[in-house]
T-cell receptor, first 113, second 115 residues
Framework: GAGVSQTPSNKVTEKGKYVELRCDPISGHTALYWYRQSLGQGPEFLIYFQGTGAADDSGLPNDRFFAVRPEGSVSTLKIQRTERGDSAVYLC???????????FGQGTRLTVV | AQSVTQLGSHVSVSEGALVLLRCNYSSSVPPYLFWYVQYPNQGLQLLLKYTSAATLVKGINGFEAEFKKSETSFHLTKPSAHMSDAAEYFC?????????????FGTGTQLKVEL
């Protein structure tokens, strides 16, 4: 597609449930990033993929959070046993190569009730 | 560790007036610096970036920023504000480790443009 696509755009889930958030990067982009943006804050880095592998997962807050990119294109962010504090906008971005800019999707707004 | 500080969470200007949004950075290596804009219910859009070439960087929509190493600053300016500039603006610094572009963002500045 023309840009980074994230689905769903909104997700409401109950505390304790499992959720998956999907990111379709720009075609051909090898780098993929996940960020989390809480209300009134700037985006915070979660994880960075270069191809299929996670090059840096230092931003994942705990082991309830996991992300995959099995074929080096689409990525899924998985959150187990969701908590109300996980409520935020989850942003995905992709980049074309070494040290190139990242293009952001519109995000998935996750609300845990 | 790298960080950016944006002074002023809210800035209000009159239409036609100068826009100045402040950003100071901290970095142990020569930084790559970015300004992003976020309109309501939209994703982040890159305004401009500094990657160690010219210190005065021109971006889209008439915005520019100047990298000042001595002041560790990368302030965003626009000579004449337009109503359509009302949005939230984020300064970010890049960790280029591993060839990636992992960004550390500031907390954002909400720009309001008044008639």
């Amino acid at each position: 597609g023309a840009g980074v696509s994230q689905t769903p755009s909104n997700k409401v889930t109950e505390k304790g449930k499992y959720v998956e958030l999907r990111c379709d990067p720009i075609s051909g982009h090898t780098a993929l990033y996940w960020y989390r943006q809480s209300l009134g804050q700037g985006p915070e880095f979660l994880i960075y993929f270069q191809g299929t592998g996670a090059a840096d997962d230092s931003g994942l807050p705990n082991d309830r959070f996991f992300a995959v990119r099995p074929e080096g294109s689409v990525s899924t962010l998985k959150i187990q046993r969701t908590e109300r504090g996980d409520s935020a906008v989850y942003l995905c971005a992709s980049g074309g190569g070494l040290n190139t800019e990242a293009f952001f999707g519109q995000g998935t707004r996750l609300t845990v009730v | 560790a790298q960080s950016v500080t944006q002074l002023g969470s809210h800035v209000s200007v009159s239409e036609g007036a100068l826009v100045l949004l402040r950003c100071n950075y901290s970095s142990s290596v020569p930084p790559y610096l970015f300004w992003y804009v976020q309109y309501p219910n939209q994703g982040l859009q890159l305004l401009l970036k500094y990657t160690s070439a010219a210190t005065l960087v021109k971006g889209i929509n008439g915005f520019e920023a100047e990298f000042k190493k001595s002041e560790t600053s990368f302030h965003l300016t626009k000579p004449s504000a337009h109503m359509s500039d009302a949005a939230e603006y984020f300064c970010a610094v890049s960790d280029r480790a591993g060839g990636g572009n992992k960004l550390t963002f500031g907390t954002g500045t909400q720009l309001k443009v008044e008639l």
